[in-house]
C-alpha cells in the first residue's frame, strides 16, 4: 500500500508547484501514445536534410578541381545520392508529429545499416566538420535510445512488481474470503443441522402424542361401536320378533276372514236356500256381507299399516264370534223351515196325486191340448256363472294343458341327469328368446323370429346361444317346446303389452302364424291365458269348501307373495295387457301363411267373448277396464265384421249394462269407468271405431 501512497502525495505536490498551475491539453492521449518517442527509431530534424544539401552543394566544386573521381569513388556518389534521399526521405516521414509507434525493430535495423552506409560515404567525401557533426548526432541518438530503453525497461519492472503485488493481495483476500464463506457455511449447516434436530424431536413429541390420542380414541370408538352393534343387534331381534308376532296375527287374521268367508257362503239366500217357504235369509246375508266388510277393511288397513296389532285380532275375532252366532242363528230357523217345508211338501204330494188321478179319469173324455209356441222364460238380473259350454271347453282347455305336462315330466324330472338338463335349458332357450325379440323395429326382423320358431317346431335344426337345438333331441322335446313357448306368449302379453301397449300387435301376427301352423300352441296358450286372467273366458271363480283365501285370490288372478295380495293398479294393468294380447290374435293372420284357410280362433270368439261378458254381473273396476282395452283394440275389427249388430250391442253396453257398472263403483274407481264412457260416447257420436294405435300397416313388412 505504500507506493500507492506515495504516488497519491507525488501527484499532490506538483500539482501544488508552479508547473502543475499550467494549462495542458486534456487530450493529447488520443493522438500520441506516452511512450511513442521511447519506441519509435530516432530520425533527424526534418531541416538536417536542408543543411547536408547545403554543406554538400558548398563543398563538391572544391573538391572536384582538387581531383578526379577514380572508378570506386564514381560508384559511390550515386549509392551517396541515393542514401541522401533516404536519408531526407526519412527525415520526411520523421517529421511528422502524428508519426505512428507502430514501427518495427527490422526497419529500424535497416536504417541503421543505410546510416553506416552513408557515414563512410561522407566521411569519404565530407569534410571532417561534417563527420563530426553527424557522430554528435549519432551519439545523441544511440545515447537517446538507450536512456529510452532503460527507462522503459525500469517502468515495466515497476509495473511487473505492482502486478505481482496486486495479484498476491488479491489471492490473499481471496483465501480469506473463502475461508471465512466456508465457516459461515459451516455455521449456517450447524444451525441447520440443530434446527432440524430440535424440530424432528418436536415432530417424534408430537407423532406420540398423536399416536396415544389415536389409541385413547380408537378405544373409544371401538366401545361405541361395540355397544352400537349390540343395540343394533337387540333392535333386530325385537323388530324380528315384532314382525314374528306380526306374521302370526296376520296369518291369524287371514284365517279368520277364510273362516268368515266360508260361514258366508252358508248363508247365501239364493245358494241353498231359496224355495224355502216363509223364510227370508236377506237380513242374515246383509250382516254377513257386513262382517266381511268389515274383516276385509281391518286386514286392508293393517297391511297399509304394517303388521296387525293385538286389537286388530281382537275386533276380527269378536267378528268371527258374531258371524258363528248369525250362523247358528241362521241354522235354527232354516232347520224350522226345513221342518215346515217337509210338512208342506206331503201335503203337496197328496194334492198332486189327487189331481192326477182326477185327470186320469178325464182324459178318455177330454182332448190333449195343443202345444204352445214360446220361448225361454226371460231370466230377471243377469248370471253370475259361465254357461256350462264355457265351462266345458274351459275344463277342456285346462285338462290338455296338464296332460301336455304329464307327457314331458321325463324332462322336467332330470335332477340327476346332467345331459337332459342340459338339453331342457337348450330347448326352453330356444323357445323363449325369439320371442322375447319380437319388435317393431321392421317387418324382414318379424319374418327371421317366426321362420326360426317355426323350424324349431317343425323338427328342423336352429341356432341358440351358439349352440345347434332340435327337439330331435329328446322323445319329450316337442311336448316341452310347445308348452314353454305358449307360456312365454302369455307371459309377453301380461309384462310386456302391460307396459308397452304397441307391443300386442306384432307379438299377437307372431302368436296367430304359429298358432294357424301349430295348433296345439293355441289351446296351450289359451289355457295359460285363462288361468292367468279368468276374465278372458270370461269366467268368476267362487269361493269353495277347503279353499285358502291365497289360493282364491291366486284363482281371481291376484298375485301373492309372502301371504300379501298385489295392488289394484298392478293387478288391473296385467290383465289389461293380456286382453289386448287376446283381441290383438282373434283379428290378425300372418300375412305369409294360407289366405285360404280360415283363423284359427277368429272375431267370432271375440264376439262370443265380448256377449257373454255383457251377461255377466259387472265387477268394480275390472268390467270397466277390460271392456274398454278390448274394444280399443278390437273395436273397428268387430264393427266392420257385424256392422249393425255391433251398434245395437254397444247401444246395450251405454243405456244397459254402463249404468249397471256405476252402480257398483265406489269413488276411488271412476277412472277406469270414465275412460270407458268417453270412449262409448265418442264412438256412439262419430259412429266409427277408430283403428288402434300401433296396428301394423302394409308398409311395415316391406320394411
Known amino acids: 500500500m505504500q507506493p500507492r501512497q ?46 547536408l544539401d547545403r554543406v554538400v552543394g558548398q563543398s563538391a566544386p572544391e573538391i572536384a578541381p582538387a581531383r578526379s573521381p577514380t572508378p570506386k569513388e564514381s560508384t559511390l556518389l550515386p549509392n551517396r545520392s541515393s542514401s541522401l534521399e533516404k536519408i531526407a526521405s526519412g527525415s520526411r516521414q520523421g517529421s511528422s508529429p502524428l508519426s505512428s509507434t507502430e514501427s518495427s525493430e527490422a526497419k529500424g535495423n535497416e536504417d541503421l545499416s543505410l546510416r553506416e552506409m552513408d557515414r563512410e560515404v561522407f566521411s569519404a567525401i565530407l569534410p571532417s566538420k561534417v563527420t563530426e557533426v553527424e557522430g554528435c548526432i549519432w551519439m545523441y ?11 522503459l525497461r525500469q517502468r515495466q519492472e515497476q509495473q511487473e512488481q505492482m502486478v505481482r503485488a496486486v495479484y498476491d493481495l488479491a489471492s490473499e483476500q481471496l483465501k480469506r474470503f473463502d475461508e471465512l464463506k466456508e465457516l459461515k457455511q459451516h455455521q449456517e449447516f450447524q444451525d441447520l443441522r440443530e434446527v432440524m434436530e430440535k424440530s424432528s424431536k418436536e415432530a417424534q413429541g408430537q407423532q406420540e402424542k398423536l399416536k396415544e390420542e389415536h389409541r385413547h380414541r380408537a378405544k373409544v370408538l371401538n366401545l361405541k361401536l361395540r355397544e352400537a352393534e ?20 296376520l296369518r291369524r287374521l287371514y284365517s279368520i276372514q277364510e273362516e268368515v268367508l266360508q260361514l258366508n257362503q252358508q248363508i247365501d239366500p239364493n245358494y241353498r236356500h231359496k224355495d224355502l217357504p216363509r223364510i227370508d235369509l236377506s237380513a242374515y246375508s246383509n250382516r254377513g256381507n257386513q262382517i266381511c266388510g268389515l274383516v276385509s277393511g281391518l286386514i286392508r288397513t293393517t297391511s297399509e299399516r304394517g303388521f296387525p296389532t293385538q286389537v286388530d285380532v281382537a275386533n276380527t275375532e269378536r267378528a268371527l264370534q258374531e258371524m258363528r252366532g248369525l250362523i247358528a242363528s241362521m241354522q235354527q230357523e232354516i232347520a224350522a223351515a226345513v221342518e215346515e217345508k217337509r210338512r208342506r211338501d206331503e201335503e203337496e204330494e197328496r194334492q198332486k196325486q189327487k189331481e192326477l188321478l182326477k185327470k186320469e179319469q178325464m182324459k178318455a173324455q177330454t182332448p190333449a191340448p195343443a202345444q204352445q209356441p214360446g220361448g225361454k222364460q226371460q231370466k230377471e238380473g243377469l248370471q253370475v256363472k259361465a254357461e256350462e259350454s264355457t265351462m266345458q271347453w ?36 330356444a323357445a323363449t328368446i325369439p320371442v322375447s325379440q319380437i319388435s317393431r323395429i321392421a317387418g324382414s326382423q318379424l319374418r327371421e323370429i317366426f321362420d326360426k ?98 289360493d282364491y285370490q291366486r284363482m281371481l288372478g291376484y298375485q301373492v307373495k309372502d301371504s300379501k295380495m298385489e295392488e289394484q293398479d298392478h293387478f288391473l294393468k296385467r290383465m289389461s295387457g293380456m286382453i289386448r294380447l287376446y283381441a290383438a290374435i282373434i283379428q290378425l293372420r300372418w300375412p305369409y301363411g294360407n289366405k285360404q284357410g280360415t283363423h284359427p280362433h277368429g272375431l267370432n270368439h271375440g264376439w262370443r267373448w265380448l256377449a257373454q261378458m255383457l251377461n255377466m254381473e ?83 313388412w316391406r320394411s
Open 6 to 51: 506515495l504516488r497519491w502525495e507525488t501527484l499532490a505536490a506538483l500539482r501544488t508547484s508552479s508547473k502543475g498551475q499550467l494549462s495542458y491539453c486534456r487530450h493529447w492521449l488520443q493522438d500520441e501514445d506516452i511512450l511513442e518517442g521511447c519506441m519509435s527509431p530516432l530520425v533527424l530534424s526534418p531541416y538536417s536534410g536542408w543543411v
Open 141 to 151: 541518438e544511440e545515447m537517446h535510445r538507450l536512456k529510452g530503453k532503460e527507462g
Open 230 to 249: 349390540q343395540q343394533r343387534q337387540r333392535q333386530e331381534e325385537l323388530e324380528r320378533l315384532r314382525k314374528e308376532e306380526g306374521q302370526e296375527r
Open 394 to 429: 274351459y275344463q277342456q282347455l285346462q285338462d290338455a294343458a296338464e296332460q301336455c305336462v304329464a307327457s314331458f315330466s321325463g324332462i322336467s324330472n332330470c335332477k340327476d341327469n346332467n345331459e337332459v338338463k342340459k338339453i331342457k335349458t337348450d330347448l326352453q332357450k
Open 453 to 550: 320358431i317355426n323350424n324349431l317346431l317343425s323338427g328342423k335344426s336352429v341356432q341358440s346361444g351358439g349352440r345347434t337345438v332340435s327337439v330331435t333331441q329328446h322323445p319329450q322335446g316337442l311336448d316341452f317346446v310347445y308348452y314353454k313357448l305358449a307360456e312365454k306368449f302369455v307371459n309377453q302379453g301380461e309384462e310386456e303389452v302391460a307396459s308397452h301397449r304397441d307391443a300386442a300387435f306384432p307379438i299377437a301376427v307372431v302368436a296367430s302364424g304359429i298358432w294357424e301352423i301349430h295348433p296345439r300352441v293355441g289351446d296351450l296358450f289359451l289355457a295359460h291365458l285363462h288361468k292367468k286372467c279368468p276374465y278372458s273366458v270370461p269366467f268368476y271363480p267362487a269361493l269353495k269348501e277347503g279353499t285358502s283365501m291365497e
Open 618 to 700: 259387472p265387477l268394480a273396476d275390472v268390467t270397466a277396464t277390460l271392456l274398454f282395452d278390448f274394444l280399443e283394440v278390437c273395436g273397428n275389427a268387430l264393427m266392420k265384421q257385424y256392422q249393425v249388430q255391433f251398434w245395437k250391442m254397444m247401444l246395450l253396453i251405454r243405456e244397459d249394462y254402463f249404468p249397471r257398472i256405476e252402480a257398483i263403483t265406489s269413488s276411488g274407481q271412476m277412472g277406469s269407468l270414465m275412460r270407458f264412457k268417453q270412449f262409448l260416447e265418442e264412438c256412439l257420436q262419430q259412429k266409427e271405431i277408430p283403428l288402434p294405435k300401433g296396428a301394423l300397416q302394409s308398409s311395415f
